[in-house]
């Protein structure tokens, strides 16, 4: 969870929550990218080990470049696992700065008018900003 020190409304903040997408297929790639670089500090001088990361990155490259018999699929596979998008969730939530009693949780922008997506929007952005560059 981030909180975002940001006041949204008079009284009220906004905190980010953040939790991994649910897609198999995007939780299989970042498996597979962790367990290339798995023990990667301790590392070992055993050819077996280096074949096998060997192995497991030609895996994911030749994916990522389209397989001969598999263009179409691998195509739609590399769209989806390489947009970062797809690897998160994010919702907000809109608390009371006095006890952080929820307000109202935003999951999407759905039914609010165009000026409250706005808001919102921007609510987020800023925040991003802020904790991306640990701006005070």
Known sequence: MIACEIEYNRNRHIELIQQSAFNPEVQQFRADLRACIDNELHGSEDDQY????FAQVKQILDRLRGRQEY??????????????????????????????????HYSDSSGKSGGQKEKLAYTILAASLVYQFGLE
């Open 71 to 104: 263009i179409a699929e691998d195509r739609r596979w590399r769209t989806l696992v390489t947009n970062v998008r797809n690897w998160f969730q994010f919702s907000a939530s809109e608390r009371w700065n006095e006890d952080d009693r929820e307000y109202e």
């Open 50 to 53: 280096a074949e096998t990361k």
